[in-house]
């Protein structure tokens, strides 16, 4: 097996008001990480951690092979970083920063610059300032991919884009994976995005990661179980169940660890199973993080 | 390879900020031309050369080093294969780079124009300090401007400057010792205006080096 690309382990940063509790996370070579959370989950302060630009308390964290945040520098050569709150200078044209970060990268790829400049729909001569925002999004995500980085870290990439541009970032961040050496971690409060071009996906929430498995793997074991419960049948907490909302004789039950055997438990009581319904990484997400806040206040 | 990355940034901040420098040093030079004439005329000239050189050294610490934070900037620099302390470097010499190639210009100008013309030579010590205040206040706001991470604390530090500066022209001014020796034909170079003028220079290099050693004592820089 090969060295993961990202690998941190029993992470731990305190802030004021705020702090990431042992924070694990493994990306293997040539796979996508969508990594999802609401605000404020401490996202950006993880990626933040992996880039060197914050320094963890404690724990290991390495990216590429190397010690982060101490040897974040050699690590850099071989990443491209691209940030929601990063700005370009506005007062400059997109080739002026072309040419500048084409000045540090030996790496950088002038002929699939310019295939970016003419997909993005960007003008190389127009000042920053004068760009949409998904413009700018587009020029930053340019300059990086340019720079044909290993590994690509994206903090909340498509935040505030319209639907068309959001597509055509996806569309390319797909198209980089084409280069099977490549590994990108992508996070997201936006669970559709993710789940269009992501493999494996780590939900966080309030400091902690609370899942990380592969999507297809969270896709098959959750269900939506729709029951019809009879008057003085009680439904049992089985094993897999990790929420009963019951209305009158209605019941939703939500599975994590869904097996037809569960379905034939709740009928052995009594209850009638109305619907066993697929969900969605959205639902997902919100009733494992609903969950896990249950588990944390109990 | 990281010597050349921190050649980069001070290059991108020249290439970034070099329409500041210019017309810093143009508008400083004509203040310096008018000086030449005498009366009213000349105590604009005066008082344009200063307010050049005060002006320059309150904004270029907001230019470069706030507008990196306030501007969101800094994240993009900090994905750059560089660290917090190779950043400082590049910010440090690119910022003392860019106020002293016209803060120097003007210097010379200034001393070419008092050896120049029949303005005293002994003008030449005082010129000196009153022109490193400037210098000194630069290296201040710039320090506090990358240790402060604040706008607040740098426009509070430049309030503070300014008032020191309205301070210590009459001080100087109504100095005695120094007054003996403005209308001299050769400079007099006393233990007071040697002591000004190395208390400007130890401060620069203090604030220097407590603002490279707080930095690279950071854990969190973005």
Same mark, same amino acid.
Not at chain 1, 59 to 71: F, H, I, Q, T, W
């Given at each position: 097996?090969?060295?993961?690309?990202?690998?941190?382990?029993?992470?731990? #940063? #305190?802030?004021?008001?705020?702090? /990431?509790?042992?924070?694990? /996370?493994? /990306?293997?070579?040539?796979q996508i990480m969508g990594l999802i959370g609401p605000n404020?989950a401490?996202k @950006?302060?993880?990626?933040?951690?992996?880039?060197? /630009?914050?320094?963890?308390?404690?724990?290991?964290?390495?990216? $590429?092979?190397?010690?982060?945040?101490?040897?974040?520098?050699?690590?850099?050569?071989?990443?491209?970083?691209? @940030?929601?709150?990063?700005?370009?200078?506005?007062?400059?044209?997109?080739?002026?920063?072309?040419?500048?970060?084409?000045?540090?990268?030996?790496?950088?790829?002038? #002929?699939?610059?310019? $295939?970016?400049?003419?997909?993005?729909?960007?003008?190389?001569?127009?000042?920053? #300032?004068?760009?949409?925002?998904?413009?700018?999004?587009?020029?930053?995500? $340019? $300059?990086?991919?340019?720079?044909?980085?290993?590994?690509?870290?994206? !903090?909340?990439?498509t935040t505030?884009? !319209?639907p068309?541009?959001r597509h055509?970032?996806l569309r390319?961040?797909s198209?980089?994976?084409?280069?099977?050496?490549? @590994?990108?971690?992508f996070s997201s409060h936006n669970t559709h995005d993710v789940e269009q071009i992501s493999d494996q996906i780590t939900f966080i929430d309030r400091?902690r990661i609370i899942d990380s498995m592969d999507k297809e793997a969270y896709l098959d074991r959750w269900r939506r179980l729709r029951l019809e419960v009879p008057l003085g049948v009680e439904l049992p907490a089985l094993p897999g169940i990790i929420d009963i909302r019951q209305d009158g004789r209605l019941a939703v039950a939500t599975a994590n660890e869904f097996v037809p055997d569960l379905a034939n438990a709740y009928e052995n009581t009594g209850a009638r199973i109305q619907s066993i319904e697929n969900m969605t990484l959205e639902e997902i997400f919100v009733a494992n993080v609903e969950h896990s806040r249950e588990e944390v206040g109990a | 390879?990281?010597?050349?990355?921190?050649?980069?940034?001070?290059?991108?901040?020249?290439?970034? +900020?070099?329409?500041?420098?210019?017309?810093?040093?143009? %508008?400083? &030079?004509?203040?310096?031309?008018?000086?030449?004439?005498?009366?009213?005329?000349?105590?604009?000239?005066?008082?344009?050369?200063?307010?050049?050189?005060?002006?320059?050294?309150?904004?270029?610490?907001?230019?470069? %080093?706030?507008?990196?934070?306030?501007?969101? +900037?800094?994240?993009?620099?900090?994905?750059?294969?560089?660290?917090?302390?190779?950043?400082?470097?590049?910010?440090?010499?690119?910022?003392?780079?860019? &106020?002293?190639?016209?803060?120097?210009?003007? %210097?010379?100008?200034?001393?070419?124009?008092?050896?120049?013309?029949?303005?005293?030579?002994?003008?030449?010590?005082?010129?000196?300090?009153?022109?490193?205040?400037?210098?000194?206040?630069?290296?201040?706001?710039?320090?506090?401007?990358?240790?402060?991470?604040?706008?607040?604390?740098?426009?509070?530090?430049?309030?503070?400057?300014? &008032?020191?500066?309205?301070?210590?022209?009459?001080?100087?001014?109504?100095?005695?010792?120094?007054?003996?020796?403005?209308?001299?034909?050769?400079? %007099?170079?006393?233990?007071?205006?040697?002591?000004?003028?190395?208390?400007?220079?130890?401060?620069?290099?203090?604030?220097?080096?407590?603002?490279?050693?707080?930095?690279?004592?950071?854990?969190? &820089?973005?």
């Amino acid at each position: 097996m090969m060295d993961p690309v990202i690998r941190m382990e029993g992470v731990r #940063k #305190k802030y004021r008001y705020f702090a /990431l509790d042992n924070i694990a /996370l493994e /990306l293997q070579p040539g796979q996508i990480m969508g990594l999802i959370g609401p605000n404020g989950a401490g996202k @950006s302060t993880t990626i933040r951690i992996l880039m060197g /630009l914050v320094h963890q308390d404690q724990g290991d964290v390495r990216v $590429l092979g190397y010690r982060m945040p101490a040897e974040q520098i050699a690590a850099k050569w071989e990443i491209g970083f691209a @940030s929601e709150d990063m700005r370009l200078y506005g007062a400059m044209t997109v080739r002026w920063h072309m040419d500048f970060i084409r000045s540090i990268y030996p790496r950088w790829d002038e #002929k699939y610059a310019q $295939l970016l400049l003419k997909r993005f729909g960007l003008n190389p001569e127009q000042r920053i #300032k004068g760009l949409s925002h998904g413009q700018r999004v587009k020029s930053t995500l $340019l $300059l990086v991919l340019a720079r044909c980085p290993r590994l690509l870290v994206l !903090d909340e990439p498509t935040t505030g884009l !319209d639907p068309v541009a959001r597509h055509e970032i996806l569309r390319e961040l797909s198209a980089v994976m084409k280069d099977e050496g490549r @590994s990108i971690l992508f996070s997201s409060h936006n669970t559709h995005d993710v789940e269009q071009i992501s493999d494996q996906i780590t939900f966080i929430d309030r400091g902690r990661i609370i899942d990380s498995m592969d999507k297809e793997a969270y896709l098959d074991r959750w269900r939506r179980l729709r029951l019809e419960v009879p008057l003085g049948v009680e439904l049992p907490a089985l094993p897999g169940i990790i929420d009963i909302r019951q209305d009158g004789r209605l019941a939703v039950a939500t599975a994590n660890e869904f097996v037809p055997d569960l379905a034939n438990a709740y009928e052995n009581t009594g209850a009638r199973i109305q619907s066993i319904e697929n969900m969605t990484l959205e639902e997902i997400f919100v009733a494992n993080v609903e969950h896990s806040r249950e588990e944390v206040g109990a | 390879m990281n010597g050349s990355l921190v050649r980069h940034m001070i290059a991108k901040d020249f290439r970034l +900020h070099r329409e500041l420098i210019i017309i810093s040093t143009v %508008v400083g &030079f004509i203040g310096l031309a008018v000086v030449q004439f005498r009366g009213l005329t000349g105590l604009f000239g005066i008082i344009g050369f200063f307010t050049t050189l005060i002006v320059l050294a309150c904004i270029l610490p907001q230019a470069s %080093v706030v507008m990196d934070r306030k501007g969101q +900037h800094l994240t993009f620099l900090m994905s750059l294969p560089i660290s917090a302390t190779q950043y400082t470097t590049a910010k440090m010499l690119s910022a003392l780079g860019m &106020f002293l190639i016209p803060w120097l210009t003007l %210097v010379i100008g200034a001393l070419s124009i008092i050896l120049g013309s029949d303005i005293p030579d002994g003008l030449i010590p005082i010129a000196l300090v009153l022109i490193t205040l400037p210098l000194v206040g630069f290296c201040l706001m710039t320090s506090v401007a990358l240790v402060g991470e604040s706008e607040g604390w740098t426009v509070g530090v430049m309030i503070a400057i300014n &008032f020191a500066y309205s301070l210590c022209w009459p001080l100087i001014a109504r100095n005695n010792e120094l007054r003996s020796g403005f209308g001299s034909s050769t400079p %007099v170079w006393s233990p007071t205006i040697l002591t000004l003028l190395g208390s400007e220079f130890a401060v620069i290099a203090a604030a220097l080096a407590i603002t490279y050693y707080l930095q690279s004592r950071k854990r969190d &820089f973005v």
